[in-house]
């Protein structure tokens, strides 16, 4: 793996990994999530990782990523992440 950049087979089978695991959870998005991440956000690009931050903390449930930005977010808002 190269810095900055994932390999599309890792990607698909870490995505079937999560989106197949008994104790993932769907749920949707709510007004409430839509302004925590509307007014965290610093540009446009942010807003999904502002939304699914948002879901992470109110079902608290630590937030799986490998994205070291929206994890040092995480940090510095007291949610918990996974790798």
């Known amino acids: 793996m ?3 950049k994932i390999e599309l087979d ?3 089978s870490k995505l079937a990994e999560y989106l197949l695991n008994a104790k993932t959870i769907y749920c949707t998005i ?3 999530d839509i302004l ?3 007014r ?3 540009d446009h690009q942010e ?3 502002f939304l699914v931050l948002s879901v992470s903390r109110r079902h608290r449930q630590p937030l799986p990523t490998y994205d070291e ?3 040092k977010t995480c940090e510095r808002l007291g949610a918990k992440t996974i790798r």
């Open 2 to 4: 190269k810095s900055g």
């Open 10 to 12: 890792f990607t698909k």
């Open 30 to 32: 709510e007004s409430a």
């Open 36 to 38: 925590f991440a509307s």
């Open 40 to 42: 965290g956000i610093a």
């Open 47 to 49: 807003y999904n990782d």
């Open 69 to 71: 930005s929206l994890r």
